[in-house]
């Protein structure tokens, strides 16, 4: 059985360790804002064991125009947990409490290899890649709801 809820920052820092930071310190999975109130961590559980994450930050980017901007980060699904669809779950369940918070636009830093996986929930590329140093080449990616 799949159950996706809101989970606490502590509760995320082992899959984004497993997933996003394979080989670097815990401490590293620790994100500026995980703990603000209008930060939410979402778990996907599947019979009950957290097999993928994604945390929403109210971040706004220069990049747009659009006032109220959710930002996401540290999207995670357990490599066991992989083309499972999970990772679109947790996508979903993400727009449906950004559309909940009346958010114009969602936003993120994508992984080179995962951007087809956002173009494939509508998501666009905006601009040039560019090096997170110690992570790889990413890409801006955002969809503007409606």
């Known amino acids: 059985m799949i159950n996706l809820r809101k989970i606490t920052a ?22 500026d804002g ?3 109130p209008t930060t939410v961590h979402i778990g996907l559980y599947k019979d009950e064991n957290l097999s993928g994450v ?4 109210k971040a706004n ?4 125009s659009l006032k109220n901007q959710f930002q ?7 490599k066991e947990s992989q083309k ?3 990772g679109d779950l947790l996508i979903q369940n993400a727009e449906e409490f950004c559309s909940v918070e009346k ?11 995962a951007t087809g996986f956002y173009k494939k929930m509508g998501y666009k590329i905006k601009g040039e890649p560019f090096e997170i140093s110690g992570v790889g080449e990413h890409y801006v990616m ?3 709801l409606k």
Request: aromatic share 12%; proline share 4%.
């Open 61 to 64: 980017t220069e990049l747009f």
């Open 10 to 31: 502590l509760e995320v820092i082992p899959v984004r360790h497993l997933v996003l930071r394979i080989g670097k310190p815990i401490q590293t999975c620790t994100f």
């Open 72 to 78: 996401i980060r540290g999207m995670a699904v357990l």
């Open 142 to 144: 955002y969809k503007e």
């Open 84 to 86: 499972k669809g999970f």
């Open 54 to 57: 994604v945390s929403l930050f």
């Open 103 to 113: 958010t114009d636009l969602i936003w993120f830093n994508a992984r080179q290899e």
């Open 34 to 36: 995980d703990n603000l």
